[in-house]
T-cell receptor, first 110, second 113 residues
Framework: QKEVEQNSGPLSVPEGAIASLNCTYS??????FFWYRQYSGKSPELIMS????GDKEDGRFTAQLNKASQYVSLLIRDSQPSDSATYLCAEEGAGNMLTFGGGTRLMVKP | GAGVSQSPRYKVAKRGQDVALRCDPISGHVSLFWYQQALGQGPEFLTYFQNEAQLDKSGLPSDRFFAERPEGSVSTLKIQRTQQEDSAVYLC???????????FGPGTRLTVT
C-alpha cells in the first residue's frame, strides 16, 4: 500500500516569509512527484512537478526531491495571503494514477 | 478547448437512488481518471481509462460503482443504490498520456441524504 504523508497543519506564516511544506512517501520506486494547490471548495490546481533529485524553481516556488530519504518539499518565497490554501503532495504510480497525501493547510497572515 | 468540465456541479440524492456523474476531458487527452475526495482529505484514486479502455478500477469502493468511457472522450461515473458514505466530491482529471501531468475538473459534490 503506497502512502504519502503530510502534516495537516495549519502552517501559519507571516506575509513575506518563506513557507516550507513537507511530504514523505513510502514507495522507493516512485519517480514522479507533484504539488497541487487547492483553495476551499475548489479543485486541485497543479503548481509544480519534479522528477529528479535536487531543486526545481518556478517563480516564487521551489520543489525539492530527495529520493534517498523519500522526501519531497515545496518552498514558497515571499508568501502572500493569496497563497493561503491546502497544498497536496502526490506521487505517480504505475499507470499514471496519483496517490495523494492528506494535504497541508497553509495560512499566510497579513 | 478549455479545461476539464464536470456536471452536475452539485447533486443531492436520497439514499438508495442511482446517480450519474459526467466528465468532459481536455480535447485530445487520452488518459482520464476519477478520484473521490472526502472532506478534509486528499483525493483518492477510483479508476483510470486510456482512450476507451478501463485499465485500472482497483480504487472503486464497491460493485455499486461503475465507470465507462465508450468513445474514448466523455466519461460517466455511475453509483447505484447510493449510501451516505458515498457523500464526497468526485473529481475527474485528464492527461495527454502516461507520465504527463494531470489536470482536474471542478468536481461534483455529491450529498446523499
Amino acid at each position: 500500500q503506497k502512502e504519502v504523508e503530510q502534516n495537516s497543519g495549519p502552517l501559519s506564516v507571516p506575509e513575506g516569509a518563506i513557507a516550507s511544506l513537507n511530504c514523505t512517501y513510502s514507495d522507493r520506486g516512485s519517480q514522479s512527484f507533484f504539488w497541487y494547490r487547492q483553495y476551499s471548495g475548489k479543485s486541485p490546481e497543479l503548481i509544480m512537478s519534479i522528477y529528479s533529485n535536487g531543486d526545481k524553481e518556478d517563480g516564487r516556488f521551489t520543489a525539492q526531491l530527495n529520493k534517498a530519504s523519500q522526501y519531497v518539499s515545496l518552498l514558497i518565497r515571499d508568501s502572500q495571503p493569496s497563497d493561503s490554501a491546502t497544498y497536496l503532495c502526490a506521487e505517480e504510480g504505475a499507470g499514471n494514477m496519483l496517490t495523494f497525501g492528506g494535504g497541508t493547510r497553509l495560512m499566510v497572515k497579513p | 478547448g478549455a479545461g476539464v468540465s464536470q456536471s452536475p456541479r452539485y447533486k443531492v440524492a436520497k439514499r438508495g437512488q442511482d446517480v450519474a456523474l459526467r466528465c468532459d476531458p481536455i480535447s485530445g487527452h487520452v488518459s482520464l481518471f476519477w478520484y473521490q475526495q472526502a472532506l478534509g482529505q486528499g483525493p483518492e484514486f477510483l479508476t483510470y481509462f486510456q482512450n476507451e479502455a478501463q485499465l485500472d478500477k482497483s480504487g472503486l469502493p464497491s460493485d455499486r460503482f461503475f465507470a465507462e468511457r465508450p468513445e474514448g472522450s466523455v466519461s460517466t461515473l455511475k453509483i447505484q443504490r447510493t449510501q451516505q458514505e458515498d457523500s464526497a466530491v468526485y473529481l475527474c482529471a485528464s492527461s495527454a498520456g502516461q507520465g504527463v501531468m494531470q489536470y482536474f475538473g471542478p468536481g461534483t459534490r455529491l450529498t446523499v441524504t
